[in-house]
């Protein structure tokens, strides 16, 4: 049964005992009525299951809510699409167990959908909180103007091939548009790179001019180990997905901007010694016909198989 106009938040846990609370906590306090919840927690080993037994037994009269444990961690990206298989809102949202949303995001994201009915998906603002507690914003002051028109260009395909440019728990999806497109790759590691690049290429975007959520950054996220020593669980998935952004490519400047991501990957493959998947990056920038020097430079490092990881791992 479609209905519209809802939003359902899937909300994932692992290990998550820290923050699990406050993320459903958030979404109770959502301005915008119409929203549903399915919270999972995805097999933690601390007592973030409990604390969602506790927080759903307090509060399953507030709103409609539906709760899954699992006895072992599943596939992150796997696990949301058996979730996404069975919303029948119009719009979804993923919001990690270790993020929160801000009381007006879910009303101002549906009110600005409503207005581009052929948009896959919204984004806004965020505010990161590091491990310290100090905030920041992810965009730069003046940076929305910037926004605005790279999406009236039809640049933001070619800008998110070139760089991370969305903060991903502030996106709200048309839920029919993510269904029709596969949901998430269930073969990477994390999913927010390849869904808004497949999704950004054949659809509208909006962006919405507040901020929306908050993103933790803490040394126990996937994220924080995106380029890992040695056994990166990131990097090889990020090598699939430039794999599959050759083959979207319509446009010299589309390939230019994969180049600089490349080089950009290979870079932090090479310094953190995950030298199989360098290997990769090189193999498909021979495809895209890359030369100059730095990339001449990796790829004899590669060759040469110095490893360098013990002060990329002090630095960053």
């Known amino acids: ?32 009525e119409n929203r549903r919840l399915i919270v999972v ?15 759903v037994g307090n509060n399953a009269e507030k709103l409609p809510v539906s709760v899954i444990y ?28 270790d993020d929160f949303l801000y009381p007006h995001h879910l009303f101002l994201s549906v009110k600005k959908l409503k207005k581009e009915p052929d948009a896959a ?22 940076q929305y103007k910037e926004i605005e028109k790279i999406i009236q260009n039809g640049e933001l395909y ?9 903060c991903a728990p502030s996106v709200v999806f048309r839920t029919a548009i993510l269904k029709e497109n596969g949901g998430y790759d269930a073969t990477l590691s994390y999913e927010d790179f390849d869904i808004q690049l497949r999704l950004a290429k054949n ?13 933790r950054k803490h040394g126990d996220s996937l994220s924080a180990g995106q380029y890992q020593v040695y056994r990166s669980k990131m990097l090889p998935s990020t090598l699939k997905v430039c794999w599959k952004i ?20 290979l870079k932090h493959a090479v310094w953190s010694a995950n030298f199989e998947v360098a290997k990769g990056f090189v193999e498909l920038g021979k495809k895209l016909k890359m030369n100059g020097f730095e990339f001449f430079f990796y790829k004899c490092w590669l060759l ?9 791992a002090r630095f960053t």
């Open 158 to 166: 070619e800008t998110l091939i070139r760089k991370n440019y969305i």
């Open 304 to 312: 040469l198989k110095v490893d360098m990881s013990w002060l990329y």
């Open 121 to 142: 998906f919204l984004f806004s603002d965020a505010t990161i909180l590091e491990e310290s507690g100090d905030p920041s914003s992810f965009y730069r002051p003046g």
């Open 41 to 55: 927690d995805n097999g933690s080993s601390d007592q973030s299951a409990k604390i969602i037994e506790n927080w």
């Open 246 to 265: 050759a083959s979207m490519n319509t446009s010299q400047r589309e390939n230019l901007a994969l180049k600089v991501r490349i080089l950009y990957e």
């Open 70 to 97: 699992k006895s072992k961690s599943e596939s992150y990206c796997q696990l949301f699409n058996e979730l996404l298989a069975q919303v029948e809102t119009e719009y979804v949202v993923d919001l990690s167990g």
């Open 203 to 215: 659809n509208p975007v909006v962006f919405s001019g507040h901020v929306g959520v908050v993103k």
């Open 1 to 32: 049964m479609y209905i519209a106009d809802a939003v359902t938040v899937i909300c994932i846990a692992f290990n998550h005992e820290k923050w699990i609370e406050k993320a459903l906590v958030s979404v109770l306090f959502q301005e915008y």
